[in-house]
């Protein structure tokens, strides 16, 4: 699928203007985008990113493209960025790569968030990807079980949840952030709306992964083509 998403990554670059600050995304879709954006610059487009991981900063870098400085961003113009699933009203689940703290806190700042995936990621219900919380490691325990009620009780019909694992085998997976990922198996999201409050509820979640009225255009990525969807949000 990596030229559907490199359709999608090519499709994006067309929103992409001179002096915009852009906030830039993590993943395999969002990495492919900086390789182009970076060929972009190098042919003299002007832009600054604002990271939303660690990774993602190292591979902007490494594309060429500057950084502002964490500490001084005033604006974001446009955000790209993948997603795990989108569905018809363009909410999303992110976090399969452990970003979505930042991410939403990118997303959230920004003028204009897009999204691209390819085609695998449009879903009619959200919920089959398992849905990622990101939380305080301190009493785990608890939290997971608040997470876990907080899932069934918004109509989730499943809720069970796994602490994801870093993949050296050295333990619990540690985000940029300092935080823990518990990956919900949610099997269906029937209210997103309502499971992104119910979680945001819980004092030990920092974020979860329901990214809600935040994309204001998908691009899909198809094989030989990109489709490009956008919403109008009152601003
Ligand atoms: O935490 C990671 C992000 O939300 C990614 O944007 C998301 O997981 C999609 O990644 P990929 O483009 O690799 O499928």
Avoid: W
Wanted: proline fraction near 3%; include cysteine; glycine fraction near 10%.
């Amino acid at each position: 699928m990596t030229v559907a998403k490199e359709n999608a990554a090519l499709a994006a670059l067309e929103f992409v203007e001179d002096g915009m600050v852009l906030g830039l995304g993590s993943g395999s879709t969002a990495e492919i985008f900086l390789e182009k954006l970076g060929d972009k610059v190098a042919g003299g487009l002007k832009v600054s990113g604002v990271p939303t991981s660690q990774r993602t900063a190292d591979c902007a870098r490494e594309a060429g493209i500057p950084l502002l400085d964490l500490d001084r961003v005033e604006r974001i113009d446009l955000t790209i960025d993948g997603a795990d699933e989108v569905d018809q009203a363009f909410h999303l689940i992110k976090g399969g790569g452990a970003c979505l703290l930042r991410e939403k806190i990118i997303a959230h700042a920004s003028k204009r968030m897009l999204v691209i995936v390819d085609d695998r990621k449009m879903v009619e219900t959200l919920g089959e990807f398992a849905l990622p919380v990101e939380v305080d490691p301190f009493c785990l325990g608890l939290t997971a079980q608040h997470v876990y009620d907080a899932l069934l009780q918004s109509g989730c019909k499943d809720g069970q949840t796994t602490l994801r694992q870093s993949k050296d085998g050295s333990g619990p997976l540690i985000t940029d952030g300092g935080h823990y990922i518990l990956d919900c198996r949610c099997r269906e999201i029937p209210d997103p709306i309502a499971t992104a409050r119910a979680l945001a509820d819980i004092p030990g979640v920092m974020e979860s992964g329901l990214f809600i009225d935040l994309a204001d255009v998908i691009i899909i990525g198809e094989v030989d083509h990109a489709k490009v969807l956008e919403i109008k949000r009152d601003t």
